[in-house]
């Protein structure tokens, strides 16, 4: 009985590990969408900024 008892131990510990992982997963997700808006609204910046001096060079 004390193997039995030993795996469900295992089994919830893996589980909450699951459970971890899949939240830090999500972080991570939303943290990668932050910067690559990020890098969008700099890339639109610069893309403004150009067309402004390509207008002052016309």
């Known amino acids: 009985m004390e193997l ?3 795996l469900e131990e295992r ?15 999500q972080r ?3 943290e ?3 910067e690559r808006q990020t890098r969008r609204d ?6 403004t900024l150009l067309e402004k001096i390509k207008s002052e060079l016309d």
Do not use: T, Y
């Open 32 to 34: 990668v969408e932050a």
């Open 11 to 25: 089994f919830n510990r893996l589980l909450n590990k699951i459970s971890e992982l899949r939240e830090e997963n």
């Open 4 to 6: 039995i008892v030993q």
């Open 42 to 47: 700099i890339e639109s910046r610069i893309d």
């Open 28 to 30: 991570l997700r939303e």
